[in-house]
T-cell receptor, first 112, second 115 residues
Framework: GQQLNQSPQSMFIQEGEDVSMNCTSS?????WLWYKQDPGEGPVLLIA?????ELTSNGRLTAQFGITRKDSFLNISASIPSDVGIYFC????????????FGEGTQLTVNP | DGGITQSPKYLFRKEGQNVTLSCEQN?????MYWYRQDPGQGLRLIYY???????QKGDIAEGYSVSREKKESFPLTVTSAQKNPTAFYLC??????????????FGDGTRLSIL
């Protein structure tokens, strides 16, 4: 099946620094999603991307849908301690109702 | 408020015992999903259902069973055939096919442990 490679696996940064993580796929997707998961909770949707080349922001978060439809990145600017968590990318080939393929996550630690 | 409710939050199973995890949604979503998450890993799809009375196997369906008798409910049974059931289980739902801009939303999970 389809596979997503998400990197880096973990990051340790100082508060105030910018962060970048990305996902690459062996095949194309029509939708890219970025989720954040706090310990013991379910993932929460951060940003959804629906068009190749699309660049979307949500506060300090910015994500882009790669022009080849095989990759996406997420940037976090001016990190704060509450940014700590696991960030997952997910790709979807069809419309809503079709299955997602998840990356293995990026564990982010922010030192105050 | 609309959302996805998973219960219980924590569940313990004895060897050889079947257990059922509950997932209920009041979002009027047609599609529902079950994922398994192991420590330090991503989400793996167990089963999914796009409409009532229909469901499909995901990538790791062995040792699990589901039913979809009602639109709002999608219970997952972890059977005794699942030899390594200790994990965090997540339920999700999404609107029907063709509904753009409505990605999957997740419940808060059930942590299953073996006694």
């Amino acid at each position: 099946g389809q596979q997503l490679n998400q990197s880096p696996q973990s990051m340790f940064i100082q508060e105030g620094e910018d962060v970048s993580m990305n996902c690459t796929s062996s095949s194309i997707f029509n939708t890219w999603l970025w989720y954040k998961q706090d310990p013991g909770e379910g993932p929460v949707l951060l940003i959804a991307l629906y068009k190749a080349g699309e660049l979307t922001s949500n506060g300090r978060l910015t994500a882009q849908f790669g022009i080849t439809r095989k990759d996406s990145f997420l940037n976090i600017s001016a990190s704060i301690p509450s940014d700590v968590g696991i960030y997952f990318c997910a790709g979807q080939l069809g419309n809503s109702g079709s299955r997602l393929t998840f990356g293995e996550g990026t564990q982010l630690t922010v030192n105050p | 408020d609309g959302g996805i409710t998973q219960s219980p939050k924590y569940l313990f199973r004895k060897e050889g015992q079947n257990v059922t995890l509950s997932c209920e949604q009041n979002l009027n979503h047609d599609a529902m999903y079950w994922y398994r998450q192991d420590p330090g890993q991503g989400l793996r799809l167990i089963y999914y259902s796009q409409i009532v009375n229909d469901f499909q196997k995901g990538d790791i369906a062995e040792g699990y069973s589901v039913s979809r008798e009602k639109k709002e409910s999608f219970p997952l049974t972890v059977t005794s055939a699942q030899k390594n059931p200790t994990a965090f289980y997540l339920c999700a739902s999404s609107p029907p096919r063709g509904s753009r801009g409505q990605p999957q939303h997740f419940g808060d999970g059930t942590r299953l442990s073996i006694l």
